[in-house]
């Protein structure tokens, strides 16, 4: 299908003008072939349009960007890329994070948020108001995609992935323009990066060869980055930015409560070594998706400033104390 043929054909799922059984064939049969860049695009396009958006004027929408991943890679890690959001916001962007309750790990992004007293129970204007203010929000998918609960017993019902996986981290309700986005195999690489592309968004899609749905501390991660149209393929070797590789196992999280404790160990610069890199790895490549830094090197320090000179941890405590009296 090109990109109209998908946006037309998932309009009509979530219109539910397709029977179960014909929904059940089309994602047997992407998946089969394997899905295109305007496939993705197209079905994106169409799951947006039904979403419950963040409405922001466009001059604020282009100062947005996120930073998530698929899931499915059953590292068991800590809450990577939520202790990276608050240090981007440290570092001056602005994050709309989107993502939901644990699925394959033991505690999801909005598990942690709300172990750390986040409420994402906002309206769409408080969502706004609370970007603008603090610098970051959580919008929670289940309050933003209501369509998508009909479908979830059609995902279940089949036993491997299929193109919902990849367009999760896709889908965000503010529109946002900028991306880091981690994809569980290398071979969505490209296609993920095209299919954002085709929908105005400036991404850097990373994939670690040890499988991790962001950029390893433990191993080299493959990326590939579209940034004002300029398309870019390569690998980010830890070691070449002064890092100890470290095993995989060093990044292990718990449950909500446990990870929470990680994440204000990182900011509140208690914790060190790998969990602690990783997020400083990851930072600086979403701070280059985010058009802040010159490259990995440079978003180094400025993710590095942020959590030791104590900005991060400040934003992540208006965020939350903001959410809590909105």
């Not at 496939?39 to 349009?49: D, L, N, T, V």
């Not at 990870?259 to 930072?283: C, H, M, P, Q, Y």
């Amino acid at each position: 299908m090109n990109y109209k043929e998908s946006r037309d054909k998932f309009n009509k799922v979530f219109k539910r003008e397709l029977g179960e059984s014909e929904i059940r064939e089309l994602l047997l049969y992407l998946h089969k072939k394997g899905e295109s860049s305007e496939e993705i695009a197209g079905a994106m396009e169409a799951m947006k349009s039904h979403s419950v958006k963040v409405i922001v004027d466009e001059e604020f929408r282009d100062l947005l960007m996120d930073n998530c991943g698929t899931g499915g890679d059953k590292s068991g890690s800590f809450n990577i890329s939520t202790t990276t959001s608050f240090v981007l916001a440290g570092a001056g962007s602005y994050v709309a994070k989107h993502g939901n309750r644990s699925i394959t790990s033991r505690s999801g992004s909005a598990d942690v948020l709300e172990k750390l007293g986040f409420n994402f129970n906002l309206s769409p204007i408080q969502h706004a108001i609370l970007l603008q203010s603090s610098r970051f929000t959580f919008m929670f998918a289940q309050n933003h995609h209501p369509a998508m609960k009909y479908i979830m017993p059609i995902r279940k019902s089949i036993p491997h992935r299929t193109i919902f996986n990849i367009l999760g981290p896709l889908t965000n309700p503010a529109d946002v323009k900028k991306q880091l986005v981690g994809v569980f195999s290398k071979e969505f690489l490209k296609s993920v990066g095209d299919a954002l592309q085709i929908s105005g968004t400036d991404s850097f899609v990373v994939s670690s060869r040890d499988g991790l749905d962001e950029v390893s501390i433990s191993d080299i991660t493959y990326f590939y980055k579209v940034i004002d149209g300029k398309k870019e393929e390569g690998e980010i070797d830890p070691e070449k930015y002064g890092f100890h590789k470290r095993d995989i196992s060093e990044i292990r999280g718990g449950d909500a409560k446990e990870n929470a404790e990680t994440i204000l160990g990182i900011l509140e610069n208690r914790i060190f070594g790998a969990k602690r890199d990783i997020v400083i790895l990851n930072s600086a490549v979403a701070l280059i998706a985010d058009k802040k830094a010159r490259d990995i090197q440079d978003g180094i320090e400025m993710a590095k400033d942020s959590i030791e000179s104590g900005k991060a941890l400040r934003q992540m405590k208006l965020s939350i104390d903001m959410s809590r009296r909105l």
